[in-house]
C-alpha cells in the first residue's frame, strides 16, 4: 500500500506534508487498533520515531524482507491511534506550524494522545502534548482526572495545572464524580490535594500580609523624603526659618500635606510631652522624628528637629530589635523606590521593546 493509501486516512486536515508522502515508499506494515481496523504505515518511520515500537517491530519481523508485518496499539480509540501515527510521520516539523495544524485534533485526542505518547517513548511529542492539556482541557470538572493522568503518565506540568485549577476552584470540584471517586478509592491523592489547597491559601494569606508591610514601608519611606523636603526646602505651608515655603506643591503633595498638618498641630499642642497619656498626633511626629534620625548619616548638618537628640539619646540607650528590623525594612524600601524611579537610558528602553516583542 503506497503513501497515497497513509494520506486518506487524514483526520480534520491534519496529515504528513503531500511534498514529503511523494516520495515515501510504500507502506510495509499494519497498525491494528483496538476496534480491528487498520493503518497503514511504514516501518522506519515509526521505528525511528518511537523505541518501543522499534522493538514490537523486531518482534513481528516474519521474513527477511520484513513483509506482511502486523503491530497492535490497543486501548486507545482508532481515531486517537491515526493522529498519534500522523505525529509520528510529521516528527520533522515540530514548530508553530505544526501546532497549529495539530491544535484541532490535540483538543478533541488529547488525553489519548497523551497515554500513547507515554507509553511508546515518543518524548517531543509527550511534552508537546502536555503542553496543550494542560493550557486547553483542564478544568475545575476534569482536574481530579488530569491528576490521575498526569501521575500515571508520569507528567508533572500537567500535575501542578490541575492541582492550581483545583486550588482557584475547589468548591465545584467537591461536586464533581472524580471527587467522590478519588474519596472512596485513592484517600492519599485526596489529602495531596487537600493538602497543597491548604498551603496555598497559607502562601496567598501570607503573600496579603508581606505585600501590605511592603506598602507601609514604602509609605514610611516617602514620609521621609516628604519631611526632609519640608524642612530643608519648605512646601506649601511650612517651611525652615531662613526661606519661604514654595508656592506651587510638590510631586509628592498628598504625602507633604499630612505631615504639614502634624507639624502645625505639634507648634500649637499645650500636651507635646510623650507619655502614655499624651497627644497621639504628637507622639506619631515624634515616632517619625526618631525614625529618621535612625536612618541619617549627618545629623550634625542635619536641619530636620530633633534628629541630633534623637541620635544621641540612641546612643546611650540600647535600641530593641523591632525598632531596628523596622529602620532596616524602611532603609531597603527607600532604596527600591529610587532604583523604581531612576530614569531608564534610551538605549536599554529599546532593548527591553526588542526582548519582549520576541517572547
Known amino acids: 500500500m503506497g503513501a497515497s493509501s497513509v494520506e486518506q486516512y487524514g483526520v480534520g486536515g491534519f496529515r504528513p506534508q503531500a511534498a514529503e508522502s511523494r516520495f515515501l515508499p510504500p507502506a510495509d506494515v499494519k497498525i491494528v487498533t483496538s476496534d ?122 500537567l500535575f501542578q495545572r490541575c492541582l492550581a485549577v483545583a486550588t482557584k476552584d475547589f468548591a465545584t470540584l467537591q461536586q464533581t464524580e472524580g471527587w467522590r471517586f478519588l474519596q472512596k478509592h485513592d484517600p492519599a491523592m485526596e489529602l495531596e490535594i487537600l ?87 504628637c507622639k506619631r511626629l515624634w515616632q517619625l522624628f526618631r525614625l529618621h534620625s535612625s536612618l541619617c548619616e549627618d545629623s550634625v548638618s542635619c536641619r530636620l528637629p530633633l534628629c541630633r537628640q534623637f541620635k544621641k539619646k540612641m546612643e546611650e540607650e540600647k535600641e530593641d530589635k523591632t525598632w531596628r528590623r523596622l529602620v532596616e525594612k524602611v532603609a531597603t524600601a527607600r532604596v527600591m523606590a529610587t532604583l523604581a524611579n531612576r530614569k531608564v537610558p534610551q538605549l536599554v528602553q529599546k532593548s527591553w521593546v526588542r526582548y519582549r516583542g520576541r517572547r
Not at 497515554?115 to 478544568?139: C, G, M, N, P, T
Not at 519611606?221 to 526661606?243: F, K, Y
Open 36 to 157: 480491528g481496523r487498520s493503518i497503514p504505515a511504514h516501518s522506519s518511520v515509526l521505528a525511528s520515531a518511537s523505541p518501543v515500537l522499534e522493538r514490537m517491530l523486531d518482534r513481528s519481523r516474519k521474513g527477511g524482507d520484513g513483509a506482511g508485518r502486523v503491530i497492535h496499539i490497543l486501548g486507545a480509540p482508532h481515531d486517537a491511534v491515526l493522529v498519534f501515527v500522523q505525529c509520528l510521520y510529521s516528527s520533522r516539523r515540530r514548530g508553530e506550524s505544526w501546532r497549529r495544524e495539530a491544535a484541532e485534533e490535540v483538543a478533541r485526542q488529547g488525553v489519548a494522545l497523551l497515554a500513547l505518547a507515554h507509553a511508546y517513548r515518543v518524548r517531543w511529542l509527550k511534552q508537546q502534548i502536555e503542553a496543550a492539556v494542560a493550557a486547553r482541557w483542564v478544568s475545575a470538572a476534569t482536574a481530579v482526572d488530569g491528576l490521575k493522568l498526569a501521575r500515571l503518565c508520569d507528567a508533572p506540568r
Open 195 to 281: 493538602q497543597f489547597v491548604h498551603e496555598s491559601a497559607r502562601r496567598r494569606k501570607r503573600w496579603r500580609r508581606e505585600r501590605t508591610h511592603q506598602e507601609m514601608y514604602m509609605q514610611l519611606a516617602e514620609a521621609m523624603d516628604s519631611l526632609q523636603h519640608i524642612c530643608t526646602e519648605g512646601c506649601t505651608d511650612v517651611g525652615p526659618r531662613c526661606s519661604a515655603p514654595a508656592s506651587n506643591p510638590c510631586t509628592s503633595f498628598s504625602t507633604c500635606e499630612g505631615l504639614q498638618l502634624l507639624l502645625r498641630h505639634a507648634a500649637a499642642c499645650g500636651d507635646r510631652k510623650v507619655t502614655p497619656k499624651g497627644c497621639n498626633h
